[in-house]
């Protein structure tokens, strides 16, 4: 299949009508994982340099990846982890330098 056809595909999947449904999702994560799951949101969502966003990504509107993005920072929030996040950030960005 080439690029366009699975952007097609990821397409379609994404438009069958009952995509936008809110749903509710109960369940327990560990602190860690919170932090974890943050961290792979950020990095997914913002490819640097030679990383491409995937076909999926760049098939998605800007509003359902910035539902995301707020998905993630409401999870730091909710288990009181947004000061570490940040402090963590700064530690990251330091040793890159």
């Known amino acids: ?7 097609k595909v990821f397409d379609t999947v994404l ?6 449904d809110v749903v509710k ?14 961290h792979v949101i950020e990095r997914g969502l913002t ?4 990383d ?6 760049t098939s998605v509107s800007e509003e359902n990846l910035q539902d995301l993005k ?3 920072e409401e999870c ?7 000061e570490l996040s940040e402090k963590l950030n700064t530690l990251n960005e330091t040793g890159k330098s």
Request: a positive charge; zero cysteines.
């Open 15 to 20: 438009s069958i009508p009952s995509m936008n």
């Open 1 to 7: 299949m080439t690029t366009n056809d699975v952007a």
């Open 70 to 72: 707020l998905f993630g």
């Open 47 to 50: 490819a640097k340099g030679d």
């Open 25 to 38: 999702i109960d369940f327990k994560i560990s602190r860690k994982n919170v932090l974890l799951l943050h």
């Open 76 to 82: 730091l929030l909710k288990a009181g982890l947004i």
């Open 52 to 57: 491409k966003p995937s076909i999926l990504l």
